[in-house]
């Protein structure tokens, strides 16, 4: 079937109206962002709302800035082209430009949003894996008020979100140490309580990177992960020669983060793996301890995409590769430059 039923069409003109437009047409409603998921879903008849909300028109929602706590804060709207462009994104958190970089094809990137990649929920989503691995925050608004919630929780099975049926996912917060340079870090409230070290622990020299592999160029992952490393930031982190830190010294990790897609990871994390990271050395020896709890701790199931082995295997190596990136982008390192 590549028809849609029939649909009522709604143009909201605020977040104001759209949560109007929710109450007012119930739970068979449907916002419409870039429309690359839910109107494909629409003709297979997967989906069948009854009114569509077209959100498009909400220009509060489409921005990329700096919060008043020094947080980076991404607007629901965001087009995943807008992301990619950014050189305030790109510059703190290489690890979405990375990731955005192999979303889909120019077309769906110019056009699909941040928030409708987030609220769809597919298990082999991307930037879930990367904001779970940055810890970020969801930002998400009912006619009760604004809510946040930790991305870690933001997922509650495949296709499914804590978002509910009158509320809109609003905004994507993730928190930085006031600094520049690249020394940044988890702070902000709360940071310790989401598993990143508390910002007075800091500074921290943090580096992240994302690793995906695809059938083609444009695809869904097979298997992806994303990694973010917060070194502490002492004598030892600095990037002299001969080593991951001075001389003969491997840099301290505060906390890692580590997102997995596509493998069955729950809630896009690999805890385990981050757990046995977290106040040790970087090398290379922790690494592999860290790819391979990242491998025996994912759930991935055999598809077109490839088997259960071979996806196990990338979960892995991705997880190593992300991590040995992050760490070179930390200490301001070429690729693969241990000294
Ligand atoms: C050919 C193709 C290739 C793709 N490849 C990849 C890929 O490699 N990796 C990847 O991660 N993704 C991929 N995608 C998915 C793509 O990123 C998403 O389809 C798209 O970005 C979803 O965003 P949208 O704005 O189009 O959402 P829509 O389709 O408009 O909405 C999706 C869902 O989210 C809800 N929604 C939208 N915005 C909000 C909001 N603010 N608050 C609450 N609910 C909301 C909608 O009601 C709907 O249920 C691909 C898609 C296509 C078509």
Redesign the pocket.
Known sequence: MQVPAQVEYERATSVGHALELLARFGPQA????????????MKLRL?Q?ETLID?NGLSE?SFIERGAAGELRIG??T??AELLDSALAGTLFPILAD?ER????P???N????????????P?????AVFAALRATMV?RGAEGVRTVPARSFHTAPYE?V?GPA????EIQIAIAPGTGGLGGPGGPGAAARGGPAAEAGPFLMGSAYE?V?RRV????VGAAGAVLWLAAGPAAAPAAGGTGGPGVACTIAAAGIGL?AVGARNFVAAEAEGSLRGGPATEEAFAIAGDLAAANCRPVSDLRGPTDYKRHLARELTIRALRTALDRALGRAPGQDG
Request: glycine share 10%; with cysteine; charged share 15%.
């Open positions: 449907r916002l419409l962002a870039g429309g690359h998921s839910l109107i494909p879903m989906a709302p959100i929602l629901a709207l087009r995943h990731a192999v979303i889909a094809d077309i769906v990137r056009w699909g949003t941040i928030g409708g990649s987030l609220c769809q929920a597919d082999s989503e991307d930037l879930s998400i979100t978002v509320e809109i996912l609003t995906k695809m444009g695809d869904w992952p897609s």
